[in-house]
């Protein structure tokens, strides 16, 4: 059904290039993989957009937890991601995370990256879901662009690093379940197979598998799918988090309203200005993304409104002007004041839980073959994602990754390899139409609220768009209309089989959570198919 290459080549055809390590992506987990990476190899980063500038990381406003507090601990940190993750996190993963999380810190410290102080300290702010104040951030809510700011002008200036920008990766080179590189498509439409001696997936995410999204057109699910195709086992793909404060005003992009804006005080209210978290969960505003999502649905569907109001008018204008300077100011360009108004918003698709299995170094089941940030799925996040675990995660699996492949032995000789399908010689056309199409099926059927009935009919609707990959396609539209499906599929079947409630994963239809017969992974691999992996407690 998902062919193992999107194109025809021959190898031995295509221009070579050599490298040490090779990184597909450039968010945090690809500019701080690249970085570490330099120090003793030379390395290409690869990135789809013109500038190492634009990723999923720079959306990120929240910021990045750490245990940095004399009043936190490990044990804390450790405790909140598992509640959070709803019993499908693996505990040694997380504790790699939550003890390896502040190094992680002072290596984007050293590295140039400027969080804010307080009284000459790292200021910490609370999200939802952990029980303290660990969120560091920088300049109020510009935490990502912080980061990536800082890293990419370390690797632009490193000479063991190459990046190439406005490139596609197409798939990967595989034989033999090892990794030899990747086939990359150039802007000038030259195909050439970049050889490495380890392949580092850093792609990020796939919000654009809906209409409504708080990530930038890139996330289209790229490194998943070329994973897929090249035998790697997908886990945890059913889960995904909507986060539940997307701005949502006419003209205007569904631009989020940082989790940060709740931690700082904020609250939420029905259009007839009612609170309504009180009712639903302890933490009130505070409880996990999941819960506050459905909640707004739910408040939406019964005051037959399309959004739930955002209220923070109660704070200092001060405060909340210099806590979220980008959050205010953007908010005013569509004539929303942020100290004064309740601002519009309502859910919209943010992050993948699952992604590409791997161990607690970051290989996947392809030898040579690592994933690193969303595109991975490492056992920290479980079934629903701690606020702000990811940059964190980023930079942990990034130091282990490196550390890994520095024990890597040569790479051996890349056979060569003949791809000829004989697809048509034409392009495919309303790529455009098709993508849109795509979106609306899954907000529909594989939302926040799934039925077997809809998951059913969604991946029927899928399917009919199968034809895509019997097409010669040519430009990186199509590559990306093609690896957006295949993930939807993924998505949807896997959604379609597990059997319950839990985390970023709601039924209507199996509405409880079921330890006894759904506490575990469901995986997808090209040849095998599905399967069911055991949780691992210890």
């Known amino acids: ?29 690809g500019l701080f993989t690249t970085i570490r990476a330099s120090e003793t190899d030379r390395v290409h980063i690869i990135t789809k957009p013109k500038s190492l500038l634009e990723s999923n990381t720079r959306y990120a406003q929240g910021g990045i937890a ?9 044990d804390y940190h450790r405790q909140d991601t ?58 109020g809510d510009a935490t990502g662009a912080e980061i990536v700011r800082a ?17 596609f990766v197409i798939d990967l080179v595989v034989t033999e379940g090892v990794c030899h590189g990747a086939i990359v498509q150039k802007p000038d439409g030259q195909r050439v197979f970049v050889r490495a001696k380890a392949t580092i997936l ?67 209210r029905n259009i007839r200005g009612e609170r309504f978290m009180d009712k639903i969960h302890p933490l009130q505003e505070l409880a996990p993304r999941d819960i506050v999502a459905r909640a707004i649905v739910n408040e939406m569907e019964l005051t037959k409104s399309t959004f739930v109001y955002i209220d923070i008018t109660h704070e200092p204008a001060d405060l909340v002007k210099h806590r979220f300077p980008n959050i205010y100011e953007f908010c005013l360009n569509y004539g929303l ?8 918003v309502a859910p919209a698709a943010h992050y993948m839980m699952g992604g590409v299995k791997t161990d607690l170094n970051g290989e996947t089941s392809v030898k040579r073959l690592y994933a690193c940030g969303e595109v991975s799925s490492t056992g920290v996040h479980g079934a629903n994602r701690l606020a702000s675990n990811s940059l964190s995660e980023a930079i942990v699996y990034g130091r282990r990754i490196i550390e890994h492949i520095r024990t890597l032995p040569s790479l051996p000789d890349t056979p060569q390899i003949v791809e000829r399908s004989h697809r048509p010689e034409h392009p495919m056309q309303a790529i455009v139409e098709k993508r849109l199409k795509l979106q609306k099926v899954m907000l529909r059927y594989v939302g926040l609220k799934r039925s077997a009935a809809g998951l059913q009919k969604g991946l029927d609707e899928l399917k009919r768009q199968l034809p895509i990959y019997e097409t010669c396609l040519t430009k990186r539209e199509e590559y990306e209309f093609a ?47 599905m399967t069911e992996e055991p949780i691992h407690d210890d």
């Open 1 to 29: 059904m998902v062919p193992r290459y999107l194109i025809d080549f021959a190898l031995d055809e295509l221009a070579h290039e050599e490298t040490d390590c090779l990184v597909i992506g450039a968010g945090i987990a």
């Open 66 to 74: 750490a245990v940095i507090s004399d009043e936190d601990s490990p």
């Open 82 to 139: 598992l509640v959070a993750g709803a019993g499908l996190c693996d505990n040694v993963a997380v504790d790699i995370l939550v003890d390896e999380g502040p190094e992680g810190v002072k290596d984007l410290i050293r590295l140039g990256t400027q969080f804010d102080l307080e009284n000459g300290e790292l200021a910490l702010t609370k999200e939802g879901g952990h029980s303290q104040r660990r969120i560091l951030h920088a300049h």
């Open 151 to 167: 890293l990419s002008n370390q690797a632009k200036q490193n000479p063991n690093v190459t990046v190439w920008d406005d490139h």
């Open 202 to 268: 850093c792609s990020g995410g796939a919000g654009q598998l809906y209409r409504y999204t708080t990530n930038p057109e890139i996330a289209t699910g790229d490194g998943i799918a070329i994973a897929y195709r090249a035998g790697a086992v997908i886990r945890d793909v059913e889960f995904i988090q909507f986060h539940p404060t997307a701005l949502c005003y006419p003209g205007a992009p569904r631009f989020l309203i940082s989790e940060a804006v709740r931690g700082e005080g904020a609250v939420l």
């Open 337 to 344: 004041d942020l100290t004064t108004d309740w601002i519009p």
């Open 483 to 529: 690896n957006l499906l295949t993930l939807a599929m993924l998505t949807t079947e896997a959604a379609l089989n597990r059997e319950e409630s839990r985390g970023g994963h709601f039924r209507e239809d199996f509405p409880e959570k079921d330890d006894r017969n759904w506490r575990k992974h469901i995986q997808l691999h090209r040849e095998y198919g």
